[in-house]
């Protein structure tokens, strides 16, 4: 079974600055796949950025990218200048490469909070 | 827009009482998923349907039930909620058949009261 931790249950910043969000996950799976999904306060969960294991390189959308370490089995996600829509809960989550389906685990989120 | 929508957004129902929630997608997408998010912690995967074929979570209780009678309905049911039930139910959707490279589409979320 796999498993994804997200340390930081919440975290601050301020507009215009960075912020990284930490997560660890746990599989015996070689062939996998990593999200990020952010939650807006009473809103849907919409995709951020997704990452293939087999790729070494960084997946980046715009302003947010992630390190992935995958012998550390580390996918954490950095936010560059911090806008205050980014606001939200944060998951981190993982599905194996197989199957028809992308049935996904998720870690318990990082509440984030941008200030002015 | 092409959406995932849930209704009703908020649910009241009373300890074993029947309830049924409701998810539609205009996506035409072919896998329906549906979720359970406690307060405070990640959302977990209940079943999901590959168009007609239903995948059951081996930790679901039994309780959960769901059908999918066409491509864009898909239904949750709970047969007795339990206290323990309340929580906010998250309905997904994606296309399918990429070995886990799909990207999913979620709705608001109903979230749901047991008196």
């Given amino acids: 079974a796999q498993t994804v931790t997200q340390s930081q249950p919440e975290m601050s910043v301020q507009e215009a600055e960075t912020v990284t969000l930490s997560c660890t996950y746990d599989t015996s799976e070689n062939n996998y796949y990593l999200f990020w999904y952010k939650q807006p306060p009473s809103r849907q969960m919409i995709l951020v950025i997704r990452q293939e294991a087999y790729k070494q390189q960084n997946a980046t959308e715009n302003r947010f990218s992630v390190n992935f370490q995958k012998a550390a089995k580390s996918f954490s996600l950095k936010i560059s200048d911090s806008q205050l829509g980014d606001t939200a809960m944060y998951f981190c989550a993982f599905t194996p490469g197989t199957g028809t389906a992308s049935k996904l685990t998720f870690g318990t989120g990082t509440r984030l909070q941008v200030t002015l | ?115």
């Fill in chain 2, 1 to 115: 827009d092409a959406m995932v929508i849930q209704n009703p957004r908020y649910q009241v129902t009373q300890f074993g009482k029947p309830v049924t929630l409701s998810c539609s997608q205009t996506l035409n997408h072919n896998v329906m998923y549906w979720y359970q998010q406690k307060s405070s912690q990640a959302p977990k995967l209940l079943f999901h349907y590959y168009d007609k074929d239903f995948n059951n979570e081996a930790d679901t209780p039994d309780n959960f039930q769901s059908r999918r009678p066409n491509t864009s309905f898909c239904f949750l049911d709970i047969r007795s909620p339990g206290l323990g039930d309340a929580a906010m139910y998250l309905c997904a959707t994606s296309r399918g058949g990429w070995e886990g490279a799909d990207t999913q589409y979620f709705g608001p979320g109903t979230r749901l009261t047991v008196l």
